[in-house]
């Protein structure tokens, strides 16, 4: 009976090794800013392949990320913005541009407002308004926050809004350091505002809300014409070596009809590939 015990054990250890040895780690670390849309993309992929398991991280700067990917400890950097493309290839690495993702001034749901001017975003972030009623909206006061002026999503602000470029906010003005921070942030915070990304709002269920800017939502068609100019690229980087079927499957995924679907369900833009 003993011996008849241990070999079903052994048997079972055995599949349990096999098991293990048939699952695959796919690990991605990079931009917070980028994250929740290849973290949408990677759980859709997840689902559809049985065996693989995509480890998403908590976020890594520009060097590290880099430093990560080069050493082996992920597989795939997630980027955004200010790539220096040429300096990547020489160090074996890839760059392949995904998506683009509007950059948005958001707020709590609460807030009843849909739209703003420039003029009205740089007098909230000045100080000269601090309660939503002086705008049109409910008697409510401000809760201004931004993003460090080192990470994309200010830098995108800054750049497309010219009030914004030299302004000093002053301390009432709170600084969010990651972008899930500020994610938080809008949704439970009554009379939030501040910079964030419509895959962001969309994944909020409701908690966050995207304001259109002089006019202009932050829709695909008016990025693509133009209209709204606030826009950052996601950019996954990879060894150019990088040929394991987990890895090369799931960009694959990604550039298809079905990661297409995925990208749009998120508020972004697909790469457009010719």
């Given amino acids: 009976m003993f011996s008849r015990l ?3 054990g052994a048997a079972l250890l055995s599949l349990s090794i096999a098991h293990a040895a048939a ?4 690990k991605i670390d990079g931009s917070t800013g980028a994250m929740p849309l290849v973290a949408a993309l990677a759980k859709d992929y997840e ?3 049985p065996g693989l398991t995509i480890e998403i991280g908590k976020g890594l700067g520009t060097k590290a990320r880099i430093d990560a990917l080069n050493t082996g400890s992920i597989d795939i950097a997630v980027a955004s913005h200010g790539l ?6 020489k160090q074996g690495l890839k760059v392949e541009e995904i998506a683009r993702t509007p950059v948005v001034f958001a707020v709590n749901a609460g807030v009843a407002i849909s739209n703003l001017t420039q003029s009205q975003i740089c007098a909230i972030y000045s100080g000269a ?3 939503w009623k002086e705008i049109g909206g409910s008697d409510l006061a401000i809760a201004a926050r931004t993003r460090p002026d080192s990470e994309v999503d200010a830098e995108v602000v800054r750049d497309g809004i010219e009030c914004l470029k030299g302004l000093k906010m002053p301390s009432s003005v709170t600084v969010m350091e990651r972008s899930g921070d500020m994610a938080r942030e809008l949704a439970k915070t009554p009379g939030a505002i501040g910079m964030s990304t419509t895959t962001v709002a969309d994944q909020s269920n409701g908690a966050v809300k995207a304001l259109s800017l002089d006019g ?5 068609a008016n990025v693509v ?3 709204y100019r606030l826009v950052r690229e996601v950019f996954l980087v990879v060894k150019a070596s990088g040929t394991a079927a987990p890895l090369q499957g799931f960009l694959a995924f990604i550039k298809s009809g079905e990661g297409a ?3 749009k369900a998120n508020g972004a833009i697909p790469k457009i590939r010719g």
């Fill in 216 to 220: 202009n939502a932050p829709t695909e």
């Fill in 84 to 89: 220096k493309i040429e300096e990547l290839s």
């Fill in 129 to 131: 308004t601090n309660n």
């Fill in 225 to 227: 014409a133009g209209n």
């Fill in 261 to 263: 679907k995925v990208i």
């Fill in 23 to 26: 699952q695959t780690v796919l």
């Fill in 6 to 8: 241990l070999g079903i």
């Fill in 47 to 49: 689902a559809k392949t």
